[in-house]
């Protein structure tokens, strides 16, 4: 094996010129140069799958005793090392974040998710440029990279078609490929998709079969292989990040129907057979404790006899789920074994990026945004059970119930978000790499985190921890490597002191032994009384012989306690956790929170073809009155379609065309819609349209009186009762001219949203109206610039 001829401390390795005699006649038998070489790694650096699925709990997989199938989770581990004590962050972007730098989120700005953002920088969702990603590292060390799947850490105000693309996989972010999604979530049968940083469009539609997760798989495969057979030398680094099993859980329904009956018990049985199992496959200790269900969780048999069957229903549904994942990711696997390069390449299925999400309410969801808007009593029990049908299916944006969650985290305390407990952020992890692990089927117990992937990964391509990338000094990795765990199993752990926080909710791991606190609960969305940060009590735990944080020692001994509390605050001082932010809804509010915004002022003007623009690229128009001019262009034949959409089917609002007649649509939630229509039909030639929403006032989401206008002449009215008073959707987006995604209204279909006119122009103002409903052309542009 040749030696490395290259010093890669610094990044991009530095160009260096081959001494020799220059030759005036290239035919001069002197004339020789070194062959030029593609840059590759180190020899014997292996190829690297990372596996992260999304929002599931250490108790939800089969593979670490869960009733999940997950077949091919457990052929890893028969062939390679399961995890039992791998830690997240207890969210979903903070641990993305943390995965592919090697460094705690706070460090990198990811102190919760990019939609909560602020401008204290462990919290700003800005990755510092002194903290390269992993991708951005191995590519210039020559490794071939891609990510396929969810990418949760562009800042909101860097989401719009516009940029800049600093944070994006495929620019900043050191992918040379990406294809799949920005943000927290998406629709599993209708995505919006991008192809680096370019949006398209998924290739198939939900009757046609189209899933995300089969789509992601299709690109991977296809890029394992042709990346084999272009450069067969050359190692990858491919990170599959599928949106599942976030929610909405969408599955095809024979997907789901696998589990009828399978969940009759309830989740508190569930826990027990979980625990059972757990134990029985070794993945937890003989002597460990099922811990207590808590009493903001209510007991399976104190729920409503008449919502158990949709109760059920959504963990069918959710298992289903998983297993589909599992099978998908199973295609990636069977293609890398295909090529017959298994053995040299290290593979990390982590399952969840956090504990399972209790973010479902108590009796879960048909539409998840209900919750988040505060609505969540819309969804009765009896709309509930005449939707049981439906859900995982394109026709909703279905969530289990908080109860589930907390059985998919067995045996341990709470779930996603809190960051305090193991059930928040430990997660079942396997590593598989026949050419570097000797042993097969093994268990490792030393305490691992996800700033621990980075290192070990770097270690394991015989790659330093470079020092300068892209011409900045960068600062240290902050994980140690998982490698020596590799053949010894019993080596003492290397990594012994982390802390955890989000929201608030927070703890400290040193030499087996953790200090916690919990200070909010994770479905109470809006509201709700949250205690002073020296009101929260803290628990203490000697994991050492108690696994799953069962025994609360913190009255016997409370010295310990005290230095563990210390410990914590020097830790959190060190990677820029303070100040302590346990805002809700204030942190959705850029003003409030602090990060810039794309959008300025009262007034946005907007273009026929624009779309695909989050909401945090739009004005909003929530909890206010607004008003929407176009200015259009109707040919003889007349117009039709959509001239602004905002959101989906799940909720939004559109105003359009049909038959002739301008329409404004308010969808809420999927649930309810109010139509207004104009009395006549738009007259051919130019004209302006314009709707106004005198909002009611007195709080959030409240209704208000509609009209619409024809060049200033109103021609219609109606009311909309109420309004959905913080979000429209996690993927939706705003389209002038078009609407993608699904639609807002059943009245046009995406496929005939198309607008058959010219819209000129779209201006949306929000706040007092101050002209005679008919902007003048001529007026237009200097009074948007005023109001901006």
């Given at each position: 094996m040749n030696p490395d001829r290259h010093a890669r401390a610094m990044l991009p390795i530095p160009d260096r010129a081959q001494p020799g005699p220059t030759t005036y006649d290239a035919k001069d038998p002197d004339t020789v140069y070194p062959p030029i070489e593609p840059l590759a790694p180190p020899p014997g650096a292996p190829n690297v799958l990372?596996?992260?699925?999304?929002?599931?709990?250490f108790g939800s997989a089969s593979a670490f005793g869960g009733p999940c199938n997950t077949p091919n989770a457990e052929r890893?581990?028969?062939?390679?090392?399961?995890?039992?004590?791998?830690?997240?962050?207890?969210?979903?972007?903070?641990?993305?974040?943390?995965?592919?730098?090697?460094?705690?989120?706070h460090s990198v700005g990811m102190?919760?998710?990019?939609e909560t953002a602020t401008s204290a920088p462990g919290n700003s969702s800005l990755r510092p440029n002194t903290k390269a990603p992993l991708p951005m590292t191995l590519k210039l060390n020559g490794y071939s990279t891609a990510q396929f799947g969810k990418c949760h850490e562009v800042p909101v105000w860097q989401s719009s078609p516009m940029g800049p693309f600093d944070a994006w996989p495929s620019a900043g972010g050191g992918f040379e490929t990406f294809y799949g999604f920005i943000g927290g979530e998406n629709n599993q049968w209708d995505p919006a998709l991008y192809d680096g940083t370019t949006p398209v469009e998924p290739p198939a539609t939900p009757e046609e079969g189209y899933h995300l997760?089969?789509?992601?798989a299709d690109h991977a495969c296809n890029w394992i292989r042709t990346q084999k057979a272009l450069m067969p030398d050359k190692p990858f680094f491919v990170y599959f990040a599928?949106?599942?099993?976030?929610?909405?859980?969408?599955?095809?329904?024979e997907w789901a129907d696998k589990y009828a009956g399978a969940f009759a018990d309830?989740?508190?049985?569930?826990?027990?057979?979980?625990?059972?199992?757990q134990k029985e496959l070794g993945v937890i200790p003989a002597d460990a404790e099922l811990t207590p269900r808590h009493e903001e969780i209510p007991a399976w048999d104190d729920m409503p006899e008449e919502l158990k069957p949709v109760l059920e229903r959504e963990m069918e549904v959710y298992a289903g789920f998983m297993e589909h994942t599992d099978h998908h990711i199973g295609r990636v696997i069977d293609t890398i074994e295909d090529l017959g390069i298994l053995d040299d390449t290290i593979i990390y299925y982590i399952i969840g990026d956090n504990g399972a999400s209790a973010e479902g309410t108590l009796n879960g969801a048909f539409n998840e945004m209900a919750n988040f808007n505060g609505m969540a009593a819309l969804e009765t029990p009896e709309f509930m059970a005449s939707k049981i049908d439906e859900f995982g299916s394109p026709t909703s944006y279905n969530h289990y119930a908080v109860g589930w969650a907390w059985a998919m985290d067995a045996p341990f305390q709470w779930t996603k978000q809190v960051a305090s407990h193991w059930g928040g952020t430990r997660n079942g992890t396997i590593v598989h790499w026949p050419t570097g692990i000797s042993e097969k089927g093994g268990k490792r117990s030393q305490f691992t985190h996800v700033i621990d992937v980075a290192p070990t990964i770097l270690e394991a391509a015989g790659l330093p921890e470079p020092?300068?990338?892209?011409?900045?000094?960068?600062?240290?990795?902050?994980?140690?490597?998982?490698?020596?765990?590799?053949?010894?199993?019993?080596?003492?752990?290397r990594h012994d002191l982390q802390y955890f926080e989000m929201f608030g909710n927070r703890g400290i791991y040193h030499k087996g032994w953790s200090a916690v606190t919990k200070h909010r609960t994770p479905w109470v969305m809006l509201g709700g009384v949250i205690p002073a940060f020296h009101d929260d009590v803290w628990e203490l735990y000697d994991g050492n012989v108690d696994y799953s944080q069962a025994h609360d020692l913190s009255v016997e001994q409370p010295e310990r306690l005290h230095h563990l509390q210390r410990l914590w605050l020097i830790e959190a001082t060190k990677y820029n956790v303070l100040p302590i932010d346990d805002r809700g809804a204030e942190r959705l509010n850029p003003e409030l929170a602090g990060r810039p915004t794309l959008i300025r002022g009262t007034s946005q003007?907007?273009?026929s073809g624009m779309g695909r623009l989050s909401e945090n690229s739009v004005l909003s128009i929530k909890n206010r009155s607004f008003s929407v001019t176009a200015e259009l262009e109707v040919p003889d034949a007349g117009a039709n379609g959509v001239i602004i959409a905002q959101g989906g089917r799940f909720g939004g609002w559109s105003l359009y065309i049909k038959e002739g007649h301008a329409k404004f649509v308010y969808n809420v939630l999927g649930i309810q819609e109010f139509r207004i229509e104009a009395s006549e039909p738009l007259e051919r030639g130019q004209s302006q349209v314009r709707v106004e929403f005198a909002y009611d006032g007195g709080g959030l989401g409240k209704g208000g009186e509609v009209a619409i206008y024809y060049d200033g002449r109103k021609v219609g009215t109606g009311r909309v009762g109420e309004t959905q008073a913080i979000i429209f959707s996690a993927d939706e987006t705003t389209d002038i001219g078009y609407e993608s995604g699904t639609a807002v209204t059943a009245d046009y279909t995406p496929a005939t949203s198309r607008f058959t006119g010219r819209i000129n122009w779209v201006q949306l103002d929000v706040g007092a109206d101050d002209n005679d409903h008919f902007i003048d052309p001529e007026e237009r542009l200097r009074i948007a610039m005023a109001r901006q």
């Open positions: 990372i596996i992260l699925v999304d929002d599931a709990g890893l581990a028969a062939g390679g090392l399961t995890y039992n004590r791998f830690h997240t962050t207890a969210l979903c972007a903070p641990t993305r974040a943390a995965l592919l730098t090697g460094r705690n989120h102190g919760s998710i990019t997760t089969e789509d992601l599928p949106g599942a099993t976030h929610a909405p859980h969408h599955v095809p329904k309830g989740w508190d049985v569930q826990r027990e057979k979980t625990f059972a199992r020092t300068v990338v892209n011409g900045v000094q960068q600062s240290r990795i902050e994980g140690t490597s998982m490698l020596y765990t590799f053949d010894h199993p019993d080596e003492p752990e003007l907007l273009v």
